[in-house]
């Protein structure tokens, strides 16, 4: 096995390990929502803090459920990295042409034939 195949299993386990460890060891067990998210938990933190605070802003819209609102952050993410991939392939295209093309200017330089295929003495 490669030193670069070892490493990529070693992180798979690591980022599996991540995953699993706190669901196996029960992390969360006393909480009602175990892994709720940051805004839940802020949300319930400032309220505990302060029982008459009033938010600055209002949501544009408040999605109908928590389904929904996972759905519609996962198409978010999505999205993202689509366009990520789109700009790191457009990116990685655009070099791998401009190779191309430097090697082909180089290629066809040195070689002195012409295009009926007669050899030329190069200057």
């Known amino acids: 096995m490669s030193r670069n195949a070892k490493i990529n299993t070693l992180l798979v ?29 802020a949300e319930t ?14 949501p544009l819209y408040e999605p109908p459920s928590g389904e929904v609102e996972s759905a ?19 990116h990685r295209g655009r070099r791998q042409a401009e190779a191309r093309a430097a090697d082909a200017a180089d290629g066809s330089a040195g070689t002195g034939t012409t295009s009926g295929g007669a050899t030329t003495a190069a200057p």
């Open 45 to 58: 933190a400032i309220t505990e803090l302060e029982p008459d605070y009033e938010p600055w802003f209002s």
């Open 72 to 90: 519609l952050f996962a198409l978010q993410a999505a999205l993202g990295a689509g366009v990520l991939a789109y700009y790191f392939g457009l």
């Open 13 to 41: 386990l690591i980022v599996v390990a991540l995953a699993v460890l706190p669901l196996a060891l029960g992390l969360g067990d006393h909480k009602e929502e175990p892994f709720a998210g940051a805004d839940a938990q």
